[in-house]
């Protein structure tokens, strides 16, 4: 049965379906970059709302900038903007489909369309997901890239932008000019400190082509932190057979596992539904919750994700079950990582990671290897640097975390140790290939990426062991390597 409002009564009795009038939503929310995560996160406890009678006025309208963006919403507007999502239990499958979208922004050239449904005075926020990587942040001193192609474009051209932040900025400036007001800027994205750097991207943004716009905005509006958590594959052709068993049509189903966490600060110039309601957690201590997160369930995928690629192990759950990688992996996180993670309410470090190790290994799920290793340069100087740097800094141990350094090196030389070719995977891959061949006969080579390592080539602790490690990578194999780090 093909989606859309028409089919609802007719969809079988074992999947939940939006029992409110969908006709009667107002918008309230525009949802910049709008895949998986989004649509099982944010979207779904909004919708968990919407099926209480409440928040019927904050109705999420779908938006993008980029290729991508322009085919989801063509899908998602022949099923009326609904999903299904499928909860992915070691015990069971169920299937539940949100209603909470009700509109998707026309993608094109200039961003017209998104930044005039910006600056409508029904729009009170404009959340996104557009990856760790996609603010324009250099990733070593973490300020604001100005010279990046694209924003020297949308700073010489700020009624017709490129980026998604551009076109915030614009409709930030018909807001203040026609008295609107401001909206709220909330970022989903798995970045420490994600609000503040959204204010930081969008407030640099407007100065460079209106200052005065840019005190406004500073002055005006908010940038929530969050911290999101669950673990949602890509959709493939497993996701589209999944929703079929349970006689849905759908072309862009969702999978997740049964669990989810949304902290959030709370700070809404313009309002903000009831989250808490339905599970979310309102907190001053975003950080500390951001941390336990990042530095042990993100930077603990990249623990074994470069490994694995390696390796050629594809599905999550698979590595997991490898004896060697997953000694590996309890070794650097009891070890090397959550020892300097402060504890947050509720749950000690050391309790977070067992649960994370006990979803990583839910055989339902499959998460892959390729999908977590996407954007290693992003991901390992936000998530694994921070932590090597700390240790280095009170003397703890890092060798496990040169070795992983050293994987993901390997991993960018581009093949698997089987011979199979590593398809690019970065948005910096030719470069990262390309400095990764060189570091085969000079490893140093790789950690002189300053763009992403910072100082740490000059630490001789943590360089001379990832020397180590590649050597004895590219001499031994890396399960070997591994071996030699467990009975270090």
Not at 369 to 382: E, L, V
Not at 436 to 462: C, E, N, S, T
Request: aromatic share 8%; proline share 6%.
């Amino acid at each position: 049965m093909l989606l859309s409002n028409a089919t609802l009564p007719g969809l079988a009795d074992n999947v939940l379906r939006p029992t409110y009038d969908r006709s009667k939503l107002t918008p309230g929310i525009v949802h910049i970059g709008l895949g998986n995560f989004h649509r099982a996160h944010q979207s779904w406890y909004l919708h968990r709302l919407m099926e209480r009678g409440l928040a019927h006025d904050w109705a999420i309208v779908g938006a993008g900038v980029r290729p991508y963006d322009a085919v989801q919403r063509e899908k998602l507007k022949a099923q009326d903007y609904l999903t299904t999502l499928i909860e992915l239990d070691p015990s069971g499958k169920s299937a539940e489909v949100v209603g909470s979208m009700i509109d998707y922004v026309e993608v094109v050239d200039g961003n017209g369309p998104l930044i005039a449904r910006m600056a409508e005075p029904a729009i009170r926020i404009v959340a996104l997901t557009v990856t760790e990587g996609g603010y324009y942040i250099d990733p070593a001193t973490k300020s604001f890239d100005e010279s990046h192609p694209d924003i020297v474009h949308d700073a010489a051209h700020p009624e017709s932008p490129r980026t998604a932040f551009g076109a915030m900025v614009a409709a930030l400036r018909l807001r203040r000019d026609r008295g609107v007001g401001p909206f709220t800027g909330q970022s989903c994205d798995n970045l420490q400190g994600n609000g503040n750097i959204l204010r930081q991207t969008i407030v640099s943004l407007a100065r460079l082509s209106d200052p005065a716009l840019a005190d406004w905005i500073d002055a005006n509006c908010t940038f929530p932190n969050s911290m999101v958590d669950c673990i949602v594959p890509a959709t493939g052709h497993q996701e589209l057979a999944l929703a079929r068993e349970f006689g849905i049509d759908d072309a862009v189903p969702v999978t997740h596992e049964n669990f989810r966490q949304w902290v959030i600060e709370d700070a809404f110039c313009q309002g903000r539904p009831p989250w808490d309601k339905v599970g979310a957690q309102f907190s001053d201590d975003v950080h500390g919750y951001e941390m336990q997160k990042i530095r042990i369930l993100n930077a603990g995928h990249q623990c074994f994700a470069n490994v694995a690629e390696i390796m050629d192990i594809a599905v999550v759950s698979d590595i997991m079950r490898h004896p060697t990688i997953r000694a590996f992996f309890s070794k650097v996180e009891t070890e090397e990582i959550v020892p300097l993670v402060v504890p947050v309410p509720g749950k000690t470090p050391i309790e977070y990671f067992r649960l994370i190790e006990e979803r990583f290994s839910n055989p339902a799920i499959v998460d892959t290897a390729r999908r977590i290793a996407f954007d290693g340069a992003s991901r390992h100087p936000g998530m694994v640097i921070p932590t090597a740097r700390e240790a280095l800094a009170s003397g703890a141990p890092v060798a496990g975390l040169a070795l992983v350094e050293a994987a993901w090196c390997r991993q960018c030389y581009g093949t698997r140790e089987n011979g199979h070719v590593i398809e690019a995977n970065d948005p910096h891959w030719d470069d990262l290939m390309a400095v990764a061949k060189q570091a085969k006969h000079d490893p140093r080579a790789w950690l002189g990426m300053r763009q992403y390592y910072g100082d740490l080539a000059d630490k001789p602790v943590f360089a001379e062991a990832f020397d180590r490690w590649l050597r004895m990578i590219w001499a031994e194999g890396v399960e070997a390597t591994m071996k030699a780090y467990l009975a270090s």
